[in-house]
Structure formats: structure tokens, C-alpha cells
T-cell receptor, first 115, second 115 residues
């Protein structure tokens, strides 16, 4: 039973380029969460998605960041025109979100480096 | 808004000894969950222990136990018989029991195990 998968594990982008981070939830999970971890910090919530819906994007920067979770395929976190301050580890988590089963299971993260 | 505070950026403990990591939180909610996550150098987020706020009994998982003081809003983690593999960052975290799914993390405590 594969866990949450994220790819790539490491991503290097030059300033101004686009970054696409992918997250495949655990089998059967239809809820995905994205968190960002800046160096020497805890994880900060960015966005919560259900299949084809954004449920809560209160932690997403207003510009350049977007997320989707299509009916088929992985969830994508997209960062346009990256800047040095976007360098961080981005974690995805998934859950069943049924009564009694709210646990979020984390992927290994994608480390984004902007040069 | 809920907050989670970890006042110890780093701690060290001798192998086989016991160590306690501190965490306080602030919330006006009565229904919530508290967690301790471990993040080893691989960066994978590993759930160590979970506590439901409505349960008076402190959660225990093998060598890991918590001291949950609801009135004081304190949630400390005790690691007994420390092992070299326990060396990691430890994050205290909070999640509402309602519809708000996001997990709120503290800044973490880096635990060193001395052989």
C-alpha cells in the first residue's frame, strides 16, 4: 500500500521560471493538503483540496501560486515566476476525511531551490 | 486564531535517558486534536503520537508519552530510554475538531542524542 508520493524530490529553478510540484495521495484518499516549510521553521498550511474543488486556500499567497486536484491524476502545486523567497520544502498530505478517519498522511516533500 | 509555541529550539539527552519536550498552544475551541511529529534528516514527517482533547487520559505509544494539561493548554512529549534513532526535529501541532482541517505547527525542537 503505497504512501503519499511527491515528485520531484528536488527541483531547481532560476528566478522567473515556473515550478510544478506533484502529489499523488494514498490510494482511496480524495483530500489533499499542501504545506510549506521554510528553513528552520515548522510547516505552514497553504491549501486544502478535494477532487476538482479548492476547499480552503487561506494560506496561499495571493499571486503566483495556484493548486489543483483534477478528477484524474495527481494534485499539482504551481508557482509562477519563482523568486528566491520561494525556496522551501513543500509537503503534501492526504486523508480519507471520513468520520473517525481524519488522519493526514504526509509525503516526503519536494525541496525547491530558486537560484 | 490558534497558535502553537515550542520554546526550546534545541535539546540534548544522553542515550537511554529520558527527555521532555515542551509545547503550549492557544485556542478558544473545546474540540481539537494535538500531535507530535518527528522529522528526521530525511525530512519525512512521521506522526509520533496523537491526543484528542476530549480524552482525559494521556496518550502513550511505546517509549513516547504525553502530558496533556488542557486547562493550562500544555502538551509535552516525554521520550523514555532515548535511542540514537530518536535524533530529529520534533514538531508539536494542533488541528481543530471542526470543519477546519489545516494543521498548525510549532517551530520545532531539534533533539540531539548523545552516545
Amino acid at each position: 500500500n503505497a504512501g503519499v508520493m511527491q515528485n520531484p524530490r528536488h527541483l531547481v529553478r532560476r528566478r522567473g521560471q515556473e515550478a510544478r510540484l506533484r502529489c499523488s495521495p494514498m490510494k482511496g484518499h480524495s483530500h489533499v493538503y499542501w504545506y510549506r516549510q521554510l528553513p528552520e521553521e515548522g510547516l505552514k498550511f497553504m491549501v486544502y483540496l478535494q477532487k476538482e474543488n479548492i476547499i480552503d486556500e487561506s494560506g496561499m499567497p495571493k499571486e503566483r501560486f495556484s493548486a489543483e486536484f483534477p478528477k484524474e491524476g495527481p494534485s499539482i502545486l504551481r508557482i509562477q515566476q519563482v523568486v528566491r523567497g520561494d525556496s522551501a520544502a513543500y509537503f503534501c498530505a492526504s486523508s480519507l476525511r471520513l468520520a473517525g478517519a481524519y488522519e493526514q498522511y504526509f509525503g516526503p516533500g519536494t525541496r525547491l531551490t530558486v537560484t | 486564531a490558534q497558535t502553537v509555541t515550542q520554546s526550546q529550539p534545541e535539546m540534548s539527552v544522553q542515550e537511554a535517558e529520558t527527555v521532555t519536550l515542551s509545547c503550549t498552544y492557544d485556542t478558544s475551541e473545546s474540540d481539537y486534536y494535538l500531535f507530535w511529529y518527528k522529522q528526521p534528516p530525511s525530512r519525512q514527517m512521521i506522526l509520533v503520537i496523537r491526543q484528542e482533547a476530549y480524552k482525559q487520559q494521556n496518550a502513550t505509544e511505546n517509549r513516547f508519552s504525553v502530558n496533556f494539561q488542557k486547562a493550562a493548554k500544555s502538551f509535552s512529549l516525554k521520550i523514555s530510554d532515548s535511542q540514537l534513532g530518536d535524533a530529529a526535529m520534533y514538531f508539536c501541532a494542533y488541528r481543530s475538531g471542526g470543519r477546519d482541517d489545516k494543521i498548525i505547527f510549532g517551530k520545532g525542537t531539534r533533539l540531539h542524542i548523545l552516545p
